[in-house]
């Protein structure tokens, strides 16, 4: 008898298999962790550089401490992985745990722009200009990891942020693994390709994720390790292989490689906000389409996601005239 009544592990009928709930997996006792530091060759502001990273403020993959620190949950080549960055007298400093710490270090100065070259952007109107000057310390992150951002992108398609944060959030922390090392709490790693093609039907109904978008991650899941060769692409060729995946269009795959590859031209079209934010940042035009977005950024050429990034940061957006986009949640159904 002894035994007889332990919970039972998950099956799902829907997809097969099982899936382990992650609040049942201990976290790992902290340890001392692997370093690097990495001097930048300009100034670097880590909240600018780190936070297109950042999918809402409950996102469980990362942490902004008060100290200024940024804790970031990986799932990377070699395995989970945990990394911490601060900034200490104009050095950056990486503390990481995990398989997959090596790689993150590795990659630590890449992720902080060390590829990105700022200079190499021309201001051609005074509002983008202002706004470089204001924000030096901005340099575009290379992750070198194309799922971690593939998915959460596609869980933004066609709905309102918050709906697409909170679906991450609810997902991960079901589906991921706690974080490895000392990392604040709450903190999980995404799940892996396999545990994303297992989650059943209902969870993602009661996460709030329509059949469409669930059926293009399962899409993107089976064919992972092909898409994540296009970290090695160029930004248009690594689009182009994003987009051969049924449901991943140019405003996913441009959302995409601007984090996996640090694209300075990577311009999102399709958005619902952004050609009214640029049109009338640059030209007054509040009903801006995607058309004449990519006219006015158009001098810009090779730089345009940049531009677009100084615009937004510099805070001239059009006046609200009409409610918000609902909120739908079609776990309530």
Known sequence: MAGRFDPRPTRTTVRGGHVA???RVPRQAAAPGRTRSWTPPGPLDLGLVLGPLRR???DPTFRATPDGAVWRAS???AGPGTLRVSMRGGVAVGE???PGADWLLEQLPRMLGELDDPSAFEPRHRLVALARHRRPGLRLTRTGLVMESLIPSILEQKVTTQEAYRAW????RKYG???????PGRMYVMPEPRTWALIPSWEWHRAGVDNKRASTVLRAVRVARRLEEAVGFEPDAAQARLEL???IGPWTSAETVQ???GSADSVTVGDLHLPGIVGYALAGDRDADDSVMLELLAPYAGQRHRAARLILLSGRTPPRRQPRMPRGDIGRL
């Open 169 to 172: 959030q609810l997902l991960v």
């Open 245 to 247: 995946v049924s449901g």
């Open 96 to 98: 990481a745990w995990g």
């Open 56 to 58: 809402g403020p409950a």
């Open 21 to 23: 709930a992650a609040g």
């Open 259 to 261: 984090r996996s590859h």
């Open 75 to 77: 799932r990377t080549p």
């Open 177 to 183: 693994a706690p974080a490895p090392g000392p990392a």
